[in-house]
Protein backbone atom coordinates (compact mmCIF):
# COMPACT_ATOMS: atom_id res chain seq x y z
CA UNK A 1 0.00 0.00 0.00
CA UNK A 2 1.21 3.53 -1.02
CA UNK A 3 0.63 6.76 0.66
CA UNK A 4 1.28 10.12 -0.56
CA UNK A 5 1.23 12.57 3.14
CA UNK A 6 1.15 16.64 2.10
CA UNK A 7 1.89 18.77 4.68
CA UNK A 8 2.80 22.85 5.07
CA UNK A 9 -0.24 24.67 3.82
CA UNK A 10 -2.19 27.48 5.71
CA UNK A 11 -2.55 30.87 5.93
CA UNK A 12 -0.27 33.36 4.29
CA UNK A 13 -0.68 37.19 3.29
CA UNK A 14 0.09 38.15 0.09
CA UNK A 15 3.68 37.93 -1.17
CA UNK A 16 4.41 35.94 1.46
CA UNK A 17 6.01 32.16 1.00
CA UNK A 18 4.90 28.75 2.08
CA UNK A 19 6.83 25.38 1.84
CA UNK A 20 4.53 22.11 1.00
CA UNK A 21 6.00 18.90 1.84
CA UNK A 22 4.92 15.19 0.34
CA UNK A 23 6.14 12.35 1.80
CA UNK A 24 5.56 8.99 -0.01
CA UNK A 25 5.89 5.77 2.19
CA UNK A 26 4.92 2.01 1.72
CA UNK A 27 5.84 -0.27 -1.05
CA UNK A 28 7.70 1.88 -2.99
CA UNK A 29 10.40 -0.01 -5.88
CA UNK A 30 10.69 3.23 -8.26
CA UNK A 31 9.26 6.69 -8.98
CA UNK A 32 8.83 8.48 -12.32
CA UNK A 33 7.51 11.61 -11.43
CA UNK A 34 6.10 13.80 -8.41
CA UNK A 35 3.76 16.54 -8.93
CA UNK A 36 1.97 18.97 -7.19
CA UNK A 37 -1.66 19.74 -8.77
CA UNK A 38 -3.92 22.35 -7.20
CA UNK A 39 -7.97 23.34 -7.28
CA UNK A 40 -9.57 26.11 -6.79
CA UNK A 41 -13.18 26.59 -5.97
CA UNK A 42 -15.48 26.13 -9.04
CA UNK A 43 -12.16 25.16 -11.31
CA UNK A 44 -10.11 22.25 -12.84
CA UNK A 45 -7.30 20.77 -11.03
CA UNK A 46 -4.61 21.92 -12.42
CA UNK A 47 -0.57 20.85 -12.77
CA UNK A 48 1.08 23.35 -11.08
CA UNK A 49 5.06 21.76 -11.11
CA UNK A 50 6.32 18.19 -12.06
CA UNK A 51 9.91 16.58 -11.09
CA UNK A 52 10.65 13.60 -12.93
CA UNK A 53 13.54 10.91 -11.98
CA UNK A 54 15.73 12.43 -13.82
CA UNK A 55 15.74 15.61 -11.84
CA UNK A 56 14.42 17.74 -14.85
CA UNK A 57 10.95 20.23 -14.00
CA UNK A 58 8.06 22.09 -15.77
CA UNK A 59 5.85 24.50 -14.32
CA UNK A 60 2.88 26.17 -15.02
CA UNK A 61 3.43 29.65 -16.48
CA UNK A 62 1.46 31.24 -14.03
CA UNK A 63 4.29 29.93 -11.39
CA UNK A 64 7.73 30.22 -13.17
CA UNK A 65 9.89 32.59 -11.12
CA UNK A 66 7.93 31.98 -8.12
CA UNK A 67 7.55 27.79 -7.57
CA UNK A 68 10.29 25.80 -6.93
CA UNK A 69 9.71 21.82 -6.89
CA UNK A 70 12.52 19.34 -5.17
CA UNK A 71 12.90 16.28 -4.23
CA UNK A 72 14.96 14.08 -2.07
CA UNK A 73 14.67 10.78 -3.36
CA UNK A 74 16.29 9.11 -0.63
CA UNK A 75 13.07 10.48 1.71
CA UNK A 76 10.75 9.96 -1.44
CA UNK A 77 9.99 13.17 -0.65
CA UNK A 78 8.93 16.16 -2.63
CA UNK A 79 8.58 19.77 -2.10
CA UNK A 80 6.96 22.77 -3.90
CA UNK A 81 8.71 26.15 -2.32
CA UNK A 82 6.32 29.19 -2.82
CA UNK A 83 7.05 32.33 -2.98
CA UNK A 84 5.51 36.28 -3.52
CA UNK A 85 2.17 34.13 -3.39
CA UNK A 86 -1.03 35.99 -4.71
CA UNK A 87 -4.36 35.43 -3.72
CA UNK A 88 -4.78 33.22 -6.62
CA UNK A 89 -2.78 31.10 -5.89
CA UNK A 90 -5.30 29.86 -3.37
CA UNK A 91 -6.35 26.09 -3.50
CA UNK A 92 -6.19 22.63 -2.80
CA UNK A 93 -2.59 21.51 -3.16
CA UNK A 94 -2.58 17.94 -4.46
CA UNK A 95 0.24 15.73 -4.17
CA UNK A 96 1.02 12.89 -6.84
CA UNK A 97 3.11 10.29 -7.93
CA UNK A 98 3.28 7.82 -10.85
CA UNK A 99 5.54 4.86 -9.32
CA UNK A 100 6.04 1.55 -9.41
CA UNK A 101 5.20 -0.16 -6.18
CA UNK A 102 6.82 -3.78 -7.24
CA UNK A 103 9.89 -4.86 -9.57
CA UNK A 104 8.31 -5.81 -12.76
CA UNK A 105 4.85 -4.10 -11.26
CA UNK A 106 2.88 -1.54 -13.78
CA UNK A 107 3.40 2.56 -12.81
CA UNK A 108 0.23 3.71 -11.50
CA UNK A 109 -0.72 7.32 -10.22
CA UNK A 110 -1.50 7.92 -6.29
CA UNK A 111 -2.71 11.07 -4.82
CA UNK A 112 -2.26 12.71 -1.52
CA UNK A 113 -5.62 13.76 0.61
CA UNK A 114 -4.86 17.35 0.26
CA UNK A 115 -3.52 20.78 1.45
CA UNK A 116 -5.39 24.15 1.95
CA UNK A 117 -2.99 27.07 0.86
CA UNK A 118 -5.22 30.57 1.48
CA UNK A 119 -3.20 33.73 0.49
CA UNK A 120 -5.34 36.39 2.03
CA UNK A 121 -4.86 40.14 3.74
Known amino acids: QVQLVESGGGLVQPGGSLRLSCAAS????????MDWYRQAPGKQRELVAR???????NYVDSVKGRFTISRDNAKNTVYLQMNSLQPEDTAVYYC???????????????WGQGTQVTVSS
Open 51 to 57: IISGGST
Open 96 to 110: NAILQPYSGSLFGTY
Open 26 to 33: GSIFSIRS
